[in-house]
């Protein structure tokens, strides 16, 4: 496995927005699979004059305990396995800036609840700094390598990777593992076969829906393409060490490749599911209001319900 830490970046304040893992080559006609750390990097809290938010720089939400652990694993594995694999680790905390956002959601001014003082007044000069070097050329590496697989004959299959906590406010998340989709349930229906009764609770669209969030950066990197994605939550009590985290990824390694090979994940869509604008305008917002009451919010029980989910129409 090689790592590229050299990220080059032109701003001084911002340096190295990620680093970079590959192990194997790429193969005409063969599988490929890019990993996204989107929340791996603790960088830049003292930025954001984290230290006045009273929280823990190692906790929750600052960044997704043991996904990097979990991310470098599976690139071990799925890679020794003789599957191509490339992996991108976000350095940033996502309180800096949040690339699993679109651009305008993307500073977070309010961690559940608590204030982050360099956002809530954050100026347009400031944001835009963070997006051009951050936020940018994360998206721009991901597309880049989308493109190198393409280029090769590759078959790209793209996986999000992060983690939760069990007890989210007042709401206790018994799931271990969470497949999750935006609207193309190919990889993540076949995900949730290969696995679910395999020894882990693994749920569907869950510990939240997936659907509601508007531009994550798996939605970026495959929407327009089509590509079949899987975005997976693991439960971070289950790879706060690194030996947890590698064991989590061993399972779910294998997991991959067998849904990856699934003929149909790579059956033609026309079109992914629309976005339900309304229902997923403050989506987390209300999702963290529900936990606190300790409900789950969850498709249906909302007024604003935007009606049946599509599932993705074949050619
Ligand atoms: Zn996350």
């Not at 990889?187 to 869950?206: F, P, T």
């Not at 987390?284 to 935007?306: H, N, S, T």
Request: with cysteine.
């Amino acid at each position: 496995m090689s790592e590229n830490k050299a990220i080059q970046s032109q701003d001084d304040v911002f340096p190295d927005p990620f680093y970079t893992l590959e192990n194997g080559k790429i193969q005409a006609g063969k599988l490929a699979v890019i990993i996204l750390g989107d929340h791996t990097g603790t960088k830049g809290l003292d930025h954001i004059k984290f230290h006045e938010t009273g929280m823990d720089s190692g906790e929750h939400y600052v960044y997704d305990i043991g996904s990097e652990d979990v991310v470098k694993a599976l690139t071990d594995y799925i890679g020794g396995a003789g599957v191509y694999t490339w992996s991108i680790c976000n350095n940033y905390s996502r309180l800096l800036i949040e690339t699993n956002r679109s651009e305008a959601q993307c500073i977070t001014t309010h961690a559940e609840g608590v204030p982050i003082p360099s956002n809530v007044d954050i100026t347009d000069e400031e944001k835009q700094r963070r997006i051009d070097a951050i936020y940018k050329p994360y998206d721009a590496a991901v597309q880049a390598q989308i493109k190198k697989v393409l280029d090769a004959g590759g078959i790209p299959v793209v996986v999000a990777l992060h983690s939760f906590t069990k007890r989210f406010a007042n709401l206790d998340r018994p799931e271990e593992i969470g497949v999750m989709n935006f609207g193309d349930k190919r990889m993540s229906k076949a995900m949730w076969l290969v696995s679910h009764s395999l020894g882990y609770r693994v749920e569907m669209d869950k510990p939240y829906d997936g659907r509601f969030v508007v531009d994550a950066a798996l939605r970026r990197a495959t929407e327009e393409l089509l590509l079949p994605n899987v975005f997976l939550e693991v439960r971070n009590d289950l790879i706060d060490t690194p030996e947890k985290a590698d064991l989590i990824a061993a399972f779910l390694s294998g997991r991959i490749i067998d849904a990856a090979r699934d003929p149909s994940v790579h059956a033609p869509i026309s079109s992914v599911t629309p976005t339900y604008t309304e229902f997923s305008a403050d989506y987390f917002g209300r999702y963290f209001e529900a936990a606190c009451r300790g409900e789950r919010l969850e498709y249906g029980c909302c007024k604003c319900d935007p009606g049946p989910l599509l599932l993705p129409e074949k050619k």
